[in-house]
């Protein structure tokens, strides 16, 4: 029986002396006499519970019946009903011992091979017969812990066959393995257990470190964005400024030449138009006079009249058929085809370098040919930056010395012409993650990448590829050798005739490659570019024969 129906609904705590009022609720008679009391001033009486009210006080009487089964109840150990939640369902482990419905399993017992509820479960936490026992969570899978060929329990581990086994097997198919006590192999996995989840959290701590620096990698980024499309539209309103200044220079100047041009014709417009009207009087004069019958009158009047004032030199004015300032039209024209250029051009080279902007997320280096692949890259040798004795072919990806005078190159002074060197560099820009593979015959090859402002006239370091700190050189032929700053390092590794070139600008990486079958690290540089660089080659001097050549090899 459920305990709340004993229990007063003023004090709920079971009833005592308990009555019964005319509406059939129950209260310990103390509990309604107090409650009766506080509404003695309104003389009005009600039920706590139902709120019945009653006129005149109910005069209260013990319900005898009542108190006897209360007193019952009590020494008998009244208990309250289990709430549904306490039931297994059935996802849950049920008690061994409970039937009809049973209770959630509180604990299993190893020993026993079975599952209590809490009421159930006491025996094992009160009687010292159960002390050596093993008290787990709730399990299903108990049936596992006895072993199918003994019906034993299992309590040993044979670290031969890595499985549990009971002590039979041990002395029986066991016999001779490396068995031990599954508290002791507990106690190993627990120890290892415990490396792995040292190694699990500082790996979590990494990769927090990780997410926090990545958070910060899309600060950065969204940062310079920002920054650099405030700078970008500064800049562009600054042209937009100047070319409207410009423009309303041009207009003040044309209008300015306008007025003093239309004022010199009108000028003059007004003096001949001054001696139209003088010339009509003197020719009304001259045929009145032409007119006149006193022949002494007409001699008198005619010198006076005949004399003409001096007339505009009309040879000042030269009629072009052309119109005036056509050349004006033309020369704005040509600044607005010279600024198309330049901004196709330029703009191809803002283009490339928003779409090169590349987070390094610590992508690794690629093993396999393959994997290079993906980042092979289409170059191309400048004609412009060659050596005057170098020929450039094969769509400017092959370049070989020449073999005569007659031969000699009809390449035309230039800036960036290497002029002592024989070397020559790409016309393409280098950034990003990008490889190429340069193949040399019968020659000593450098190849390189450098920077745009590299010196290019003379014979000194600052010119030569690797012999400054404006660029990397890997020479191959008969022996492999790195030069930077005017500094060779030797290098050793297979001998192949092709070299490839992997270069992660963000990164600072810069790799040479043996290529064959298999990619060989022949040697790597980390450092910080600062600029876009230039893939380049260098021919080595020196007994040359027909065909000997280097060559940038088209990928696929």
């Known amino acids: ?29 103390n509990c309604i006499k107090s409650f009766w009391d506080e509404e003695e001033e309104k003389k009005i009486y009600s039920c706590p519970q139902c709120r019945q009210t009653f006129t005149a006080r109910p005069v209260l009487v013990k319900n005898t019946m009542l108190a006897d089964l209360v007193e019952e109840l009590k020494k008998t150990g009244l208990q309250a009903a289990p709430a549904d939640h306490c039931y297994a369902g059935p996802e849950d482990v049920a008690c061994d011992v409970c039937t009809g419905r049973k209770m959630k399993a509180f604990k299993s017992c190893l020993v026993c091979l079975a599952s209590y509820c809490e009421k159930h479960l006491q025996p094992h936490l009160i009687s010292s017969a159960f002390e050596t026992h093993k008290l787990v969570e709730p399990s299903k899978k108990l049936e596992k812990n006895i072993c199918s060929r003994h019906d034993e329990v299992m309590k040993m581990f044979c670290r031969t066959d890595q499985q549990s086994i009971c002590y039979l097997c041990s002395v029986d198919e066991h016999k001779g393995h490396d068995t031990v006590s599954a508290a002791a192999e507990r106690t190993e996995r627990q120890r290892e257990l415990e490396v792995s989840r040292q190694n699990i959290q500082q790996r979590i701590q990494d990769r927090e470190k990780d997410v926090k620096l990545l958070q910060q ?80 009158q007409f001699l008198h009047n005619y010198p006076s009249l005949s004399a003409l004032s001096e007339s505009t030199d009309s040879s000042s004015i030269n009629i072009r058929p052309l119109s005036y300032f ?85 390449y035309s002074d230039h800036p960036d012409r290497f002029t002592w060197w024989f070397q020559v560099l790409s016309r393409e820009s280098l950034t990003g993650r990008c490889y190429w593979e340069v193949e040399g015959r019968g020659i000593g090859v450098e190849v390189a990448v450098a920077y745009k402002n590299i010196s290019r006239a003379g014979k000194g370091n600052e010119c030569g590829f690797g012999r400054n700190d404006k660029s ?30 992997y270069l992660d600008h963000r990164a600072g990486i810069l790799s040479f490659y043996s290529v064959s079958e298999t990619m060989t690290l022949l040697h790597r540089v980390q450092t910080t570019f600062t600029q876009p660089l230039y893939a380049g080659l260098r021919l080595y001097d020196g007994l040359i024969y027909p065909g000997d050549y280097a060559e940038l090899i088209k990928l696929k």
Request: hydrophobic share 30%.
């Open 472 to 501: 990397f050189a890997f020479y191959f032929h008969n022996f492999y050798s790195f030069w930077y700053n005017n500094i060779e390092t030797r290098v050793s590794g297979p001998c192949s005739s092709r070299v490839g070139v």
């Open 217 to 296: 990698e899309v600060e950065a980024i969204n940062q310079s964005a920002d920054q650099t499309v405030e700078h970008s539209e500064k800049i562009f309103t600054e042209l937009i400024h100047l070319i409207q200044k410009r423009s309303s220079d041009v207009k003040q100047q044309i209008r300015s030449q306008q007025e003093t041009e239309v004022s010199r014709v009108k000028e003059l417009q007004e003096k001949l138009e001054q001696e139209i009207t003088e010339l009509k009087r003197k020719d009304a004069e001259l045929k009145q006079l032409s007119h006149t019958e006193d022949h002494i």
């Open 1 to 29: 029986m459920d305990q709340i129906k004993f229990c007063c609904s003023v004090c709920l705590d079971l009833l005592k002396d308990p009555v019964t009022i005319p509406c059939g609720h129950s209260y310990c008679m």
């Open 326 to 410: 056509e050349d004006v039209t033309a020369a704005v024209s040509e600044v607005r085809d010279k600024l198309q250029d330049i901004l196709r051009e330029e703009w191809t080279n803002i283009s490339l370098t928003v779409t090169e902007v590349d987070v390094s997320l610590s992508q690794p280096e690629p093993k396999t040919r393959a994997e290079f692949l993906k980042y092979s890259c289409e170059i191309t040798l400048d004609p412009n930056t060659g050596h005057k004795e170098l020929v450039l072919s094969e769509g400017n990806r092959k370049v070989t010395f020449c073999q005569s005078m007659k031969d000699l190159q009809s």
